[in-house]
């Protein structure tokens, strides 16, 4: 029995990336697509930027942030005496990073598609901007949120190069199917590497399907 | 019921500039706001309905003061207690019709509708003989159905003005006529002023006790229908023409 510990991990850490990204997304996606501002576009593509640049890149940035001796994280060190660099919760603040921007522009796309009419209609018949996006733009977002999820949590626990720069490789606490694969692979250790590598591809298969099947069925005529 | 506007609006958009400057009064219970597309029309009972705020003027309903720029008075959409019909009816498309004509009742965070209102909505549905289609989804009516769940929906808090945005260019002709004569019996049971605009004639036979003819952004003609000068048909049916032969963009946008 191949170690299967990695999948679990990737799964968890995963699990909790998208969901620390969900709620940074969609406020962003909700004021790229429904507020004019001066720096608009600029937000859009500071949140669009994981998607491009390297994940070392990303994961310097991490490491110049949240290292010991980074901004945030030499405070956090010095005062709570915590450091996210090598551990697991480090490798998730990596893989929401990276999957950030799928959820961006799911919900940026989800919430453009939903007509402005209905949050006028929603105004008119007494709902204040909070209420209405409770009731009308995100019920009508909802499909392409779940989307944006989906992909955004596929995207999470295949990241290697972030993950790696922060989290490091260390067997049973860091170490990520992503990693493992490596490993197995340097290792010489080709059943192992079949077992993830079969696992993880037929896991991000069946996700994308499903993303498409919710995206190409419409609920309203 | 007295309506006042006078308002001044500009779009800009990167090849043209459109100004409003809407000026009219009404004290009849129906008045009608006529004009060709892009005549401003859409722009005023927007501005009316606190969707779009103009650059500066004032709008009275009634003795609310809904807008007012010297005094800084702006009231958001939902304090107007204005009602009001869009041109394609915005029904939400995720709701039943209950749950759309419940809608401006139910408090945000209300699961279901509660037994409270649920007897309101009931009754609202009835009187517009639509309790057959309580359950079904916009997508499933057919345009008259939409109109008159529409119409239940604006209607249920009871505001203080009506407005309607084209209200039967989205229905067929034979329709048209009938829904016409629904709407004045609707006005009078529930004693709500209408503000209707069109660039249907026939509308203006049917509601325009007042009747405000817009061209190019301005009130070319306000004033009672019978007292309109040269009479109501020649202007309007002078500016029909004009419209089928100026049709074109920016319908949608400033209308």
Known sequence: MPNLAPLWLTLKVAA??????????????????????????LLDALCTLPLVLPPT????????????????GGWVHDHLGLSLMFTWQGAVLAAAVVSFPLLFKSARAAFESVPAEYEQAARILGDHELALFWRITLPLASRGLLAGVMLAFARAMGDFGATLMVAGNIEGRTQTAAMAVFDAVAAGDYSLANTLVAIMSLTCIAILVATNVLMARRRYA | MQLAVDI??????????????????????????FGPS?????????????????????????SDLLFDHGAGIDLPARS????????????????????????????????????????EVEAM???????????????????????????????????SLLLLD?????????LRQRMRLELLELRKRFAVPLVVITHDPADVEVFGDTLVIFDHG??????RRETVPGGWRQKVCHLSRWREGGRGHGEKAVG
Not at chain 1, 57 to 72: A, F, H, P, S, T
Not at chain 2, 166 to 174: R, V
Request: with cysteine; charged share 20%.
């Open chain 2, 38 to 62: 892009g005549s401003g029309k859409s722009l005023t009972i927007q501005a009316i309905a606190g969707l779009v705020r103009p650059d500066h003027g004032r709008i009275q309903v009634g």
């Open chain 2, 218 to 223: 301005r009130v070319a003609e306000v004033g």
């Open chain 1, 57 to 72: 890149v990303l994961g310097y940035y991490l490491i110049v942030l949240w290292g010991r001796n980074g901004w945030l």
């Open chain 2, 166 to 174: 084209e209200p039967f260019s989205a229905l067929d002709a034979t």
């Open chain 2, 8 to 33: 001044h609006k500009t779009l800009r958009s990167r090849e043209r500039e459109f100004h409003l400057h809407a000026t009219f009064a009404a004290t009849d219970e129906c008045t009608v706001i």
């Open chain 2, 125 to 159: 549905m009835a009187s517009f003989e639509i309790a057959q289609l309580a359950g079904n989804h916009p997508h499933e009516l057919s345009g008259g159905q939409k109109q008159r769940v529409a119409l239940a929906r604006a209607l249920i808090k009871r505001p």
């Open chain 2, 80 to 119: 107007r207690k204005v009602g009001y019909l869009f041109q394609d009816y915005a029904l939400f498309p995720h709701l039943t019709v209950r749950e759309n004509i419940a809608y401006p009742l139910k408090k945000p965070w209300q699961w279901g509708i509660p037994a409270a209102i649920r007897e």
């Open chain 1, 16 to 41: 909790a990336a998208t969901a620390l990204s969900l709620g940074l997304a969609v406020a962003a996606a909700w004021l790229v697509a429904r507020r004019r501002f001066w720096g608009r576009e």
